[in-house]
């Protein structure tokens, strides 16, 4: 404007001389050329989609949160008892998840994509209140176990650090609720979030740790079982902390929080894919990391998070303790604010209570009293003395897995629904997974209780 | 009288008894306040499967035997004659509905039905906790559950079919009375197919006010959503600068659809404004603006623009703008100048001629603060040779300088 022969203002407008303006932007950027009513055209504000890398980067999201949330102190354990027990036998399953998982996390974000709506509120509309009030119970038990598991991940990483749990426990719950509540969540997330990046250490000390990687193949792909007891308890366990009604729950609300709507939904499994692959690689090399030292060394029980942590040892030899507990701490804060968080969402859905952070506990008393309750609930039960941390973080798996063929019913039921979800309805390939995902975990979880049955009638051992 | 729930556990009887379950309640009209049933759905055994019967051949509901007592089952037809109706419990039971009321969005958890002469009518929702429960235990309803009762007449149900408005199922489209700030809060709070069903639903000018108050994610996610003829009314209704929002933030095949179908008033004022690049004045100003010639009286001035004023949002500022090529920009009246002018003066006798101006590769921001310090409500937007491109209003300025989060929320009263 400074080059205006008239001062703006104290002569009158038509005496501005504006002809030195441009006659386009200076940074014209993209502009396109349309054909409107036989006329071409050239409009500058149409803002072209990021190609290459960028584009792919942008759709990343809810499947890697979800599915590094499967990755929490539950799931560490699991993976690294697996290890320590089993050696390289049981990553056959991990690979075989692998394709379940993907397939499962996939179908929850194209349900929400295609209905705008969560799991809960689509069982309720389709199956209705019963059916609703099961899948509901079954999320909330399932997540109650999760949340005293990561308040044990929590005080064990403490105890990682030399602090005692029995005040960074209930200082992390007062912390958490307080942030959640009070706003500035979305925030800390991200700290969390970087904090599980430290779990990028398991692949490089997989390979630090010289594993026979002849071995490792043949326990990636030639399946392999033994009728033992704790075999069996183990692979459920892996089903149930790999693939978890939460995740297909948050999968599919944050895919509808993000405004993922139906024409455009194409690209956007790749989300749930790279999730799926991603997280399952940081298990994998997990399973290898514990194998490859505890197993090999002769140390087949894990009692503790150290033991978990010698894992690191080749790789980071002293800092080992550190670096995990630094991740441990950062896996259980994020999902032991987004499980309580999730689950009062959930339940407030199917209820059709009023919902939301935003809201106060006079006007949405379930709402925060649920998540207030669930955060009390794994504070205090983590805090009981003498409870047997890694049996109840792998049990809670379990209980998991137990549960995840009912879950998976209601998704495979609604996804095959062609009023609901229109052109993204199941393809038959994906039926074909989907319902062999189905069997297998419900096979699965078939032997394992069968197992039990038979164990305590003495028939096995 | 009767809970919906407590309904479904009724049989069906006549005088030869009969074993029939009742399934469904349908209704065909949900325009009135308290719609009556029209037919019962009904499963019976001997007459294989489901049936229907209207329900002027129900001769009376007997809570204590817990029946449902008919004439005769002379009239019953097959499932497929019901059409739109919608089924009470299929439809109705457990879906999403707007408490207008109390202007949020809660569950049908059960239905509360009333006996008035022959008719049995919905007249309340009961959203409480206590009906689920009743539900799953199967008890029946006591006097102290009305507390928990909304009346339907404040109801709005959605079935979550964007297309389902314009196939001619019923509405009870009581929404239409709210504000559309109201209203968009409303589908904040929604799917998003839900939101667009709502949307499809208004009137056009009122879904185009409501579409442009809401917030940019949910414009796009909604608007892809509309049937295509009133999608284009919708946009022509709207504020060419939102108009041209939307646009330039859909698919580029479907934007040059809605370009090429548009009417060719409306569709030039928008691609006039998608000609500048995001981030500049031209995208946050509006063409849809009052202009008259310099020399007219005022007297004639009324009559010329009469008309004109009747469309534009923003009719604060009449800008004065030369007859002949460029078009040139001359000054400014205010409504209240206009008004309050004596009848032979001419417009160029009481226009201000001092005028800041704003040019439309500025940026946007120091635009916005630029107008915020004038404290007037809009700055004019000429070009290269003076003539008037747009204007700047102070909506779009203080969108431009608010914090993100405030954006949405910003007034939106000139636009």
């Not at chain 1, 925030?187 to 250490?201: D, G, N, S």
């Amino acid at each position: 404007m400074s080059e205006n022969s008239a001062p703006q203002g104290l002569e009158p407008v038509e005496e501005l001389d504006l002809s030195s303006l441009p006659d386009r932007p200076s940074d014209s950027g993209d502009s396109l050329r349309l054909n409107i009513r036989g006329r071409s055209v050239t409009l500058r504000r149409f803002q072209r989609p990021p190609k290459g890398l960028l584009r792919w980067l942008l759709i990343l999201g809810p499947g890697l949160i979800a599915s590094s949330a499967g990755n929490d102190a539950g799931g560490i354990a699991t993976y690294c008892q697996t290890g320590a027990k089993f050696g390289y036998d049981l990553i056959w399953v991990m690979v075989l998840l692998t394709v379940s998982l993907a397939v499962v996390q996939e179908m929850g974000s194209r349900l929400g994509a295609a209905t705008g709506r969560g799991l809960l509120d689509l069982i309720r509309e389709r199956f209705g209140i019963n059916w609703s009030l099961l899948a509901m119970g079954i999320l909330f038990v399932a997540n109650s176990g999760l949340v005293v598991s990561e308040f044990l991940g929590i005080g064990a990483a403490a105890e990682l650090f030399g602090l005692s749990k029995w005040i960074v426990v209930p200082v992390a719950a007062v912390v958490l609720w307080y942030l959640v509540i009070f706003g500035s969540y979305a925030w800390v997330e991200k700290i969390f979030l970087v904090m599980t990046l430290v779990f990028f250490a398991y692949p490089v000390a997989a390979i630090l740790a010289g594993p026979d990687w002849g071995d490792v193949g043949r326990g990636a792909f030639i399946p392999t079982f033994r009728p033992e007891q704790e075999y069996i308890f183990l692979l459920v366990g892996l089903l149930g902390t790999t693939i978890t009604p939460f995740m297909q729950l948050f999968q599919q609300s944050s895919t509808v929080e993000r405004g993922v709507a139906r024409r455009h939904y194409g690209p956007e499994r790749v989300d749930a894919y790279a999730g799926a692959i991603f997280s399952n690689l940081i298990s994998i090399t997990m399973i290898i990391a514990t194998a490859a030292t505890l197993h090999e060394a002769g140390q087949t029980q894990i009692e503790s998070a150290a033991d978990a942590a010698k894992a690191l040892e080749p790789f980071v030899g002293n800092a080992a303790r550190t670096l995990f507990g630094v991740g441990l701490m950062g896996a259980s804060l994020l999902a032991g604010a987004v499980l309580p968080l999730a689950t009062a969402y959930a339940v407030s859905e199917v209820l059709g209570v009023p919902k939301g952070v935003s809201l106060d506990f006079r006007r949405a008393p379930i709402f925060f009293g649920l998540f207030t309750g669930m955060i009390l609930f794994g504070a205090v039960v983590s805090l009981i003395p003498n409870l047997p941390v890694i049996q109840w973080l792998v049990t809670v798996q379990v209980l998991n897995g137990t549960l995840l063929p009912i879950t998976l019913i209601f998704i495979l039921r609604l996804i095959n629904d062609e009023q609901l979800m229109g052109t993204l309805k199941n393809t038959r390939v994906y039926n074909i997974l989907g319902w062999g995902t189905f069997f297998l975990i419900t096979t699965a979880v078939v032997v394992m209780l069968g197992s039990q049955v038979l164990s305590m009638l003495g028939v096995i051992k | 009288m009767v809970m919906l729930s407590e309904l479904l556990h009724y049989r069906v009887t006549d005088a030869q008894g009969g074993n029939r379950k009742l399934i469904d309640l349908t209704i065909r009209q949900l325009d009135t306040d308290y719609p009556p049933v029209t037919h019962i759905i009904y499963h019976s055994t001997d007459q294989g499967g489901e049936r229907v019967l209207p329900w002027k051949t129900v001769k009376g509901i007997d809570p204590a035997a817990r029946q449902i007592e008919i004439e005769n089952n002379k009239q019953a037809k097959d499932i497929d004659t019901l059409g739109q109706a919608v089924r009470l419990r299929r439809d109705m039971l457990d879906a999403l509905i707007l408490d207008l009321q109390n202007r949020r969005t809660t569950r049908a958890n059960d239905l509360w039905l009333e006996q008035e002469d022959q008719e049995l009518r919905l007249t309340a929702v009961d959203t409480s906790g206590r009906a689920i429960l009743r539900r799953l235990v199967r008890s029946r309803s006591d006097s102290r559950d009305r507390r928990a009762l909304y009346d339907w007449k404040y109801i709005e149900f959605l079935r979550g079919d964007p297309r389902a408005v314009k196939a001619g199922a019923p509405y009870h489209s009581r929404i239409v009375h709210l504000p559309p700030g109201e209203i968009a809060h409303l589908t904040s709070t929604i799917p998003y197919l839900h939101a667009a069903e709502l949307l499809s639903l208004l009137p056009e000018h009122l879904a185009a006010d409501t579409l442009e108050v809401m917030s940019p994610e949910r414009q796009v996610q909604v608007f892809e959503e509309l049937e295509e003829t009133f999608a284009l009314q919708v946009l022509k209704d709207m504020a060419p600068d939102l108009a041209a929002d939307i646009v330039g933030r859909l698919d580029i095949k479907l934007a040059q659809n809605y370009l090429n179908r548009l009417p060719k008033a409306a569709g030039k004022q928008i691609i006039d404004l998608l000609k500048y690049p995001a981030n500049t004045v031209g995208s946050i100003m509006t063409n849809d603006v009052v202009t008259v010639p310099p020399q007219l009286k005022i007297e004639k001035a009324r009559s010329f623009l009469r008309e004109k004023l009747k469309e534009p949002d923003f009719v604060y500022f009449i800008y004065v703008v030369e007859d002949q090529p460029p078009h040139k920009l001359r000054g400014v009246l205010s409504l209240r100048q206009f008004l309050t002018a004596e009848d032979e003066q001419t417009v160029e006798e009481i226009m201000n001629p001092y005028l800041l101006a704003l040019t439309p590769f500025d940026s946007p921001t120091e635009a916005g603060y630029r107008l915020l310090n004038s404290q007037l409500a809009a700055l004019p937007v000429v070009g290269k040779e003076g003539q008037l491109l747009g204007t700047v209003t102070i909506d779009a300025a203080v969108s431009q300088v608010a914090p993100r989060s405030w954006r949405a929320q910003a007034p939106k009263v000139f636009s």
